[in-house]
């Protein structure tokens, strides 16, 4: 049968057609408005965080311990904190009977012949510092990774903290050191140069009325036998080694470190720092600890396997099995704490593997700290870092500065507000 298309039909017909495009379009712009947020939310899981490691909380919980030391001792101890395993090298070195004896001149010989950084040599003339930051491993891995990811915050906290503590009336020039405001930056300085206090205090009490209820400070109590009266008391003075004191100076109004450039290199066996006089960490001398921040891991993770291999002077042809040795211990490392996390909390897991090792007491970590930390890895790798590098060859090391002047590590006189028994 033939059909005959009038005009009428084939109106009707192109009628239909195009209510069904527009009926297309309309179903496939609701369909992208109801995926656009999906989508976003994808897109914004998929870039890496930009938010701070750490809250201002957590990072005045971890500099309360350290905020009023003289300036010099705080930037030596957050640039040692960023190398944990030197941290360990160094005091157990300290700990051998021969090395605890060793003063002055001597002491600085013995110490430039050591592989660890400046900033670590440098402590080691403050061995109730250096004790301190083996003993809080955690801690002190946690307060170096905030000052590699928020070098600025770290420095406006000891700055906030010296403020409080001002206010309280808790801080002020005393026959140890010397407190100023310098720039609108509140400066500590030993009153003699040469013999440098290092200060006790509860952090809960000196700032006044601490404002983090859940995030209270750090407290590492003083050594046993020293007794102080009131808030605020002194150690032994201790007579600095010229070589190892007076390298750097805080910029606080440009969040940095200022480092004598000749000096450290030096000290650090001649090589150079390569950074303008400004302090710089040196992914060398991390000896492959992980970082914790994503941020800090990609800026340093790629350039700190390069730098250990040149550091200990491979070549190129055994770069790749170094590289294979690093990767296998990390997977075995992620491996054990992976199993000790399924069975405990983080915390708890890392101060038990660490008690296992030294019996130092822990303070039970508070909730800042709930991020898993590496102390007990830390220590294990010492152990078999420890080794390594002292069958390796080193390379020729310059010839020592003059370090006239240095004295006994206990001399320089005692503190007004405190007596040993």
């Known amino acids: 049968m033939d059909v005959k298309i009038t005009s009428q039909t084939q109106s009707?017909?192109?009628?239909?057609?195009?209510?069904?495009?527009?009926?297309?379009?309309?179903?496939?712009?609701?369909?992208?408005?109801?995926?656009?947020?999906?989508?976003?939310?994808?897109?914004?899981?998929?870039?890496?965080?930009?938010?701070?490691?750490y809250s201002q909380q957590q990072i005045d919980q971890m500099t309360a311990p350290i905020a009023l030391y003289p300036d010099q001792l705080v930037a030596q101890i957050l640039?040692?904190?960023?190398?944990?395993?030197?941290?360990?090298?160094?005091n157990r070195w300290l700990k051998n009977t021969q090395n605890a004896q060793l003063h002055g001149d001597q002491l600085a010989s013995a110490l430039m012949q050591q592989p660890w950084d400046p900033?670590?040599?440098?402590?080691?003339?403050?061995?109730?510092?250096?004790?301190?930051m083996d003993a809080q491993l955690p801690w002190t891995?946690?307060?170096g990774d905030a000052f590699l990811a928020q070098q600025a915050a770290v420095m406006d906290s000891v700055q906030r903290l010296r403020q409080e503590a001002q206010t309280a009336g808790h801080l002020a020039s005393t026959q140890?050191?010397?407190?100023?405001?310098?720039d609108n930056a509140i400066v500590i300085d030993p009153v003699d140069p040469q013999v440098v206090y290092v200060p006790y205090y509860n952090p809960t009490l000196v700032y006044g009325a601490w404002p983090y209820p859940d995030y209270q400070p750090y407290y590492f109590p003083?050594?046993?036998?020293?007794?102080?009266?009131g808030l605020f008391g002194f150690g032994v003075g201790i007579a600095v080694i010229d070589g190892f004191w007076g390298?750097?100076?805080?910029?606080?109004?440009?969040?940095?470190?200022?480092?004598?450039?000749?000096?450290?290199?030096?000290?650090?066996?001649g090589r150079s720092s390569n950074s303008g006089g400004?302090?710089?960490?040196?992914?060398?001398?991390?000896?492959?600890?992980?970082?914790?921040?994503?941020?800090?891991?990609?800026?340093?993770?790629?350039?700190?396997?390069?730098?250990?291999?040149?550091?200990?002077g491979y070549t190129s042809s055994t770069q790749n099995s170094v590289q294979l040795g690093s990767a296998q211990r990390s997977n075995n490392v992620a491996r054990q704490a992976s199993s000790v996390q399924r069975a405990q909390s983080p915390v708890a897991s890392v101060q038990q593997r660490t008690q296992q090792i030294q019996s130092v007491p822990q303070r039970q970590a508070p909730p800042a700290f709930e991020s898993f930390s590496r102390g007990a890895d830390v220590r294990a790798q010492s152990q078999r870092g420890s080794y390594s590098r002292s069958t390796m060859s080193s390379a020729p090391a310059r010839s020592s500065p003059s370090f006239g002047g240095g004295g006994s590590r206990g001399g320089g006189g005692q503190g007004s507000n405190e007596r040993r028994r």
Request: no cysteine.
């Open 119 to 132: 900033s670590v040599k440098s402590l080691v003339n403050f061995p109730q510092v250096l004790t301190m």
């Open 12 to 53: 009707t017909y192109s009628a239909m057609v195009h209510s069904i495009k527009q009926s297309s379009r309309i179903v496939l712009l609701v369909l992208v408005l109801l995926a656009g947020p999906s989508l976003k939310v994808y897109a914004q899981s998929a870039a890496p965080s930009a938010s701070p490691a």
């Open 141 to 143: 891995e946690q307060l």
């Open 222 to 229: 003083p050594p046993d036998g020293l007794i102080y009266a």
């Open 176 to 182: 140890q050191e010397t407190v100023s405001n310098q």
């Open 247 to 269: 390298w750097n100076s805080w910029d606080w109004h440009n969040h940095r470190i200022d480092i004598d450039g000749h000096r450290f290199e030096s000290m650090n066996r």
């Open 278 to 312: 400004i302090w710089a960490h040196d992914p060398a001398h991390r000896h492959g600890v992980p970082y914790n921040s994503p941020t800090t891991r990609a800026r340093f993770q790629g350039a700190a396997t390069q730098a250990r291999a040149n550091f200990r």
């Open 79 to 90: 640039m040692a904190a960023t190398y944990p395993l030197e941290i360990v090298e160094a």
